[in-house]
């Protein structure tokens, strides 16, 4: 078990070495629609890249995600076939989001040996991720047309 001190050091250098072997600029927070963001999480473990959609309009939450969820064979075939699909995701504090996500378990964010595998599996799969985004950008952002 690790104090709270380590664990913010693991965490900081775990994030500044994941930048300096893929220095790039992800999506993340610009995917220029309101509260839908692409994220990375690791912990001790799991590593998952994330979309969430979290409008606080609930229509629009529920548009954004079946607009995705029109695109599922496409995503699923083409881009990320391990990609899982979740209209009613509820985080600890109790809100509910739409998630999409792609998973690794059995690895630890604690054990530096399986750094590498979270940063190949954490590049390889956002960018997938963002090719499918960057290409249906404008059908996922534009809420006149319907799914």
Same mark, same amino acid.
């Given at each position: 078990m690790y104090s709270k /001190? +380590?664990?913010?050091? $693991?965490k900081k250098e775990f994030w500044v070495q994941f930048a300096e072997t893929y220095p790039r600029k992800w999506i993340l927070y610009d995917t220029k629609i309101k509260d839908v963001t692409f994220k990375f999480f690791v912990d001790n473990k799991k590593a998952q890249v994330l979309? &969430? @959609? =979290?409008?606080? +309009? =609930?229509e629009k939450r529920k548009i954004y995600f079946e607009k995705i969820q029109s695109?599922?064979? @496409?995503?699923? /075939? &083409?881009?990320?076939? /391990?990609? $899982?699909?979740e209209r009613n995701h509820y985080l600890e504090s109790g809100k509910v989001i739409s998630r999409i996500w792609v998973e690794k378990p059995n690895v630890s964010l604690n054990n530096k040996s %399986?750094?590498? =595998? $979270?940063? &190949?599996?954490? %590049? /390889?799969?956002?960018s997938q991720f963002e090719v499918f985004f960057y290409e249906y950008e404008d059908y996922i952002k534009d809420l006149e047309i319907n799914t």
């Open positions: /001190e +380590e664990s913010l050091k $693991i979309l &969430d @959609i =979290e409008p606080k +309009e =609930e695109l599922q064979t @496409i995503l699923l /075939e &083409d881009y990320l076939p /391990e990609a $899982i699909l %399986n750094w590498n =595998e $979270i940063f &190949d599996f954490f %590049n /390889e799969t956002m």
